[in-house]
């Protein structure tokens, strides 16, 4: 751990295992009892939960950074959700990184490392599902409408398993964003569920697991998506409203460097309805094929008012 990291809070006892020197529990019961001895001996403890499936980049540290200015203990898990694959998607080669994860985490001052496994996630005879409906309809559920009942479930596993105060998530999944914090409101659980801007690399492309997925070419060709969103923001910041012609230049643009459009829209952040007319805050959602490799993007529409 560099100087300029701040340890945890709470160190993990000697007995819990270690993987990289990042403190690593895989059973729910484990969790629990942890995490219960931790708040029984200090009252008013905050914890944060950060979900992920792994194969972390600086984006998910940032969802840490961000973690630890809000709580005392950072939990990360770290579970590829077999939930919200599809029989044809890339559920066994998803990447799985774990010893590298827990050396970043590491390095990172969390706390714990949460990395359950698939048969105490669902056991068997699991039946139970989440339907968030309205804001799960549309937009990815259009080429993946098994996706986010898979994220609501594991989701809501996880808040439940860890009753972390809060939990951090990445605003480049701006869909997936709005139906966890809308189940939460629904449901009344009381994990406050905070977004985190969300990171991009160098060369401006929204920093994302799949990426390693892109050869040098195909790279090349994705960075026709924030460069096509980066123009339509400037678009919109400079009076144009017509969201119909500022999607099609788009699309466009994106389709003749290469890529497979499965959905650009403006809608609005909230309530994800689409918008015909910029007349308020909007945000730009995107999901596009480059080869094989489904890439997510959002920018937001200030309409004139600062973004």
């Excluded at 409408?145 to 999944?173: C, R, S, T, W, Y």
């Excluded at 910029?278 to 959602?285: F, G, K, M, N, Q």
Aim: with cysteine.
């Amino acid at each position: 751990m560099s100087a300029a990291t701040p340890k945890p809070v709470l160190e993990a006892p000697p007995d819990v295992a270690r993987l990289e020197g990042q403190a690593i529990v895989h059973e729910p019961g484990a969790l629990r009892a942890l995490l219960q001895g931790w708040r029984r001996g200090r009252p008013g403890l905050r914890v944060a939960l950060v979900p992920t499936m792994g194969a972390l980049h600086r984006g998910h540290l940032a969802l840490c950074a961000r973690a630890r200015e809000v709580a005392d203990v950072v939990v990360v898990s770290v579970f590829v959700n077999p939930a919200q694959f599809a029989p044809h998607e890339d559920l066994a080669s998803y990447p799985r990184t774990l010893a590298a994860d827990c050396r970043a985490l590491a390095a990172e001052g969390v706390t714990l490392v949460y990395a359950p496994n698939a048969v105490d996630m669902y056991p068997e005879g699991f039946q139970t599902t989440v339907a968030v409906t309205q804001l799960a309809a549309g937009y990815c559920s259009l080429s993946r409408p098994h996706f986010f009942g898979g994220v609501a479930i594991v989701v809501l596993k996880l808040l439940n398993q860890v009753m972390a105060d809060v939990a951090v998530f990445g605003e480049k999944d701006w869909q997936q964003l709005q139906i966890v914090q809308r189940m939460a409101r629904d449901l009344d659980h009381p994990t406050e569920i905070v977004g985190a801007p969300l990171v991009r690399d160098d060369d401006g492309l929204a920093l994302s697991s799949r990426n390693a997925y892109l050869d040098a070419a195909t790279r090349a060709q994705a960075l026709a998506l924030p460069r096509a969103l980066a123009r339509l923001q400037a678009q919109v910041a400079a009076g144009a409203r017509d969201s119909e012609a500022l999607v099609a230049e788009a699309s466009t643009a994106i389709q003749s460097a290469g890529g497979q459009v499965d959905y650009l829209a403006i809608a609005d952040p909230t309530s994800l309805q689409p918008l015909r007319h910029i007349d308020r805050p909007a945000r730009v959602l995107a999901a596009v094929y480059f080869g094989k490799t489904r890439l997510l993007d959002n920018v937001a529409l200030a309409s004139g008012a600062a973004s």
